[in-house]
């Protein structure tokens, strides 16, 4: 699939775009958010369950997955798509961000990455050419670059020293790939430094790839550094491939991203706030476990269309939180995700009729982040984005 | 409705009965397995899921809910059907098993009993009478009798006090009595004494009940005495009333229990033995996470019309189990739920065409609970029957 058939953008209003991804697993509207699958699952749901939410692309990650149950059990079933009975389109993380997150680091040189298991502490090795025969043997319909991440307040040096070799394996990424009905996304980094941004940028663009991502965001930064960042990043990239901010997914921050012009979003942040009894509506995150809840007859959110809400009330989801009932988790992940996947319908239609900048002042004066649930989104800054 | 209304006996064969119990939410096809759902959730299920694996009548508990989220919520809700969304039939244990099994005891008198909380150590006092008071508040088709429960071992004369003591408490259950929708049952005590089991069946039998339970078995005693219990208080009991064995469902046993003439069963095995692991299939019971199934393409039960069979191959479900992720509970959930609806049905099909005595000696050969499993099933004995 050549990078033009890939993206379609349909409109770019003040900075808004609508379009579309054609992937071999269908269709997928921009801008669109991707439920987080790290190994192999949306946590709680079936396929069917996310289908039913509204969602036709997930991601999952290749870290995870090669830890368990290992790339080689995955494509003697056929690849990703068919272990978890997902037929819609799909996204892989390198494993990059994971292995500098989430395992302890053994060493980096220009060659690889070696670290060890979070796990089991087993010592692993990985290079671009490896995150892309993984990728391949996942199969999924949109890959992403082995990028270097850094961390936040890192100096200047040390991150236009881990950019360069981002650069550098992104290269190595390009020459690996075989697979042709994949599309491979490379990764802007450059940390908070706008110039580093630029040179990313402006390097990764001259390499053509058919869609680009905004790495090292949402690490702990003030949100105004992350949307300048984004901004920065944006006005380089090419307008006629998709852009992904990695790892940002609250409501409030896809509705800015979406503002400066961004196709592609992921978190964790909405099924793992939804676990801790965090549900988004029209007017803010709520906590359902509050007593304020213990009693009341209707829905969680009485504008949400969700089966929870058609089916429960507010006063059995909160029992169930109460109680510590598994079914809980389930039904205020679906909440959650149906409350994003409404509201990327929403953003899109706005765009495409005129009318999102009138959306965008609308939501956010009414979606207000309660300073209760404030605290359940920051624990494990670091790993805010991408499970 | 009439006690004679509320069972019809179609055909009883060798010991083995098939019935039909009308309920205000229906009628239910007896034997009968009941799914536990203690808490107004059976775990990881919605009440869609229950019926899609083939129940249309749930067990939930008094003493659970009285504690959390209290009998005036769910009542204020409109009851329990309507408070867990379940539209089928429903019965409720009285709470006097989990007074004496899960709640620090204070004391027993005449009058009831006083119990501490298992969850947050606050007292509380319950009598015949507020047992019905509460079950009519939740308001499920089928009540239980508030019953004072022995543990396995305990001598003649204490068991015979508890008995005495339970036969009182039944008469003023039956006449606390108010909704006259509800059928409520007896439960049959005299723990491992033949002739104790004698006196308490012929005793409760007088009284006239719409139904009768077997309770205080399986609480730790050798299978052989379980069977001989039910079958020493079945000869006394009336033909024309349903019969239930109060926590007792592993496949084996609900044959066995079949056999000597048992209409219902309930037991939280099935459901918690998934939550480890452990899956029914014909041939007795695998453990799923084991390295057999790492890389096993093809259902986790390839006899079984599950949705979890039909959808997940077992190196999935494997998976799933290994990385501890939620979605693992409740797909091995559904599958063994599924497993012993289509167990019930069948058993029900041989009873009506006469072949039951095959069908026994057939399944009974072919499975067989694995050694490795055992060790599932038998984690807290004492409570393995009611959770």
Redesign the interface.
Known sequence: MLPEEHFRLLKTPNGARAGELNTPHGTVLTPVFLPVGS???V?????QDIKDAGFNMVLANTY?LYL??GID?ID??GGLHR???WNGAMLTDSGGYQVFSLAPLCKITDDGVTFRSHIDGSEHFLTPELAVQYQEALGADVMMVLDECTAYGDSQEKVQKAMDRTHRWAERCLKAQKRKDQALYAIVQGGMFPELRRQSTEYLTALDFPGYAIGGLSVGEPKETTFAMVEETSAWLPVDRPRYLMGVGSPEDIVEGVARGIDIFDSALPTRVARNGALFTGKGRINIRRAAY??M?GPPDPDCDCSTCR???A??L???F??D???A???ATVHNLRFISNLMQELRESILDGTFAAFRKDFLSSYKTTNEQVRVEQKGRWLRGRE
Not at 43 to 47: A, D, E, N, Q, S
């Open positions: 190994q192999a699952t946590k709680t749901l079936t396929p995870h368990r149950p059990v003697k079933m272990f978890m009975a213990r009693k007859d089916t429960f009330s006063a059995y909160s029992h169930l109460r109680s009932e598994l079914l988790l389930r039904l």
